[in-house]
């Protein structure tokens, strides 16, 4: 049962990075930077629901170090890896507290996401007028969370009854 576990979270985390590796050949920046549309994070929300907190944060920070060794850079790792704890943190409570659907449980994570990476570019930069970029920031993230909250249930209940 343990080594099917392992094969599926293998197969998730190469999925995760087939999906980074798409999205970063199709940057939607718009003129704001750091919008993304957030593909991988379908793996990371089905996972949430299909295992736990500790499988989808294991896939997602180990998704989030190789992604940034193969397509970015240090601060494109600091970005993503702020964005990742945080997003985890909220949707992993809010999944808990089963008040919520899969859709809503995935637009917090988004917006939390693109808030930890705000408060991290605050640091590293040092100034506070990226603020600026709040709310469009907010908007992508409403908007791709939407999206990537649809297509996670789709994924959830299409593999409901793969076993692991």
């Not at 970063?24 to 993304?36: E, H, M, Q, V, W």
């Not at 379908?42 to 170090?65: D, P, Q, W």
């Not at 297509?151 to 009854?161: D, N, S, T």
């Amino acid at each position: 049962m343990k080594i099917k576990k392992t094969a599926l979270l293998g197969l998730c985390l190469a999925l995760a990075m087939i999906f980074s590796y798409v999205e970063s050949l199709f940057p939607l920046t718009a003129g704001i930077p750091g919008i993304k549309m957030g593909l991988p994070n379908v793996i990371t929300v089905y996972l949430l629901y299909r295992f736990g907190i500790k499988e989808a944060a294991a896939v997602s920070f180990t998704r989030v170090f190789l992604s940034a060794l193969l397509f970015g850079n240090l601060f494109s790792l600091i970005y993503s890896l702020s964005g990742a704890v945080l997003s985890l943190a909220v949707m992993g409570g809010l999944k808990k507290s089963g008040l919520f659907r899969i859709p809503a449980v995935s637009v917090s994570g988004a917006v939390s996401h693109n808030l930890a990476q705000i408060l991290a570019a605050m640091i590293i930069i040092g100034f506070k007028e990226i603020l600026y970029y709040l709310p469009y920031l907010i908007l992508s993230g409403v908007l791709s969370g939407i999206l990537i909250g649809v297509l996670a249930a789709l994924f959830i209940e299409r593999f409901k009854g793969v076993q692991a």
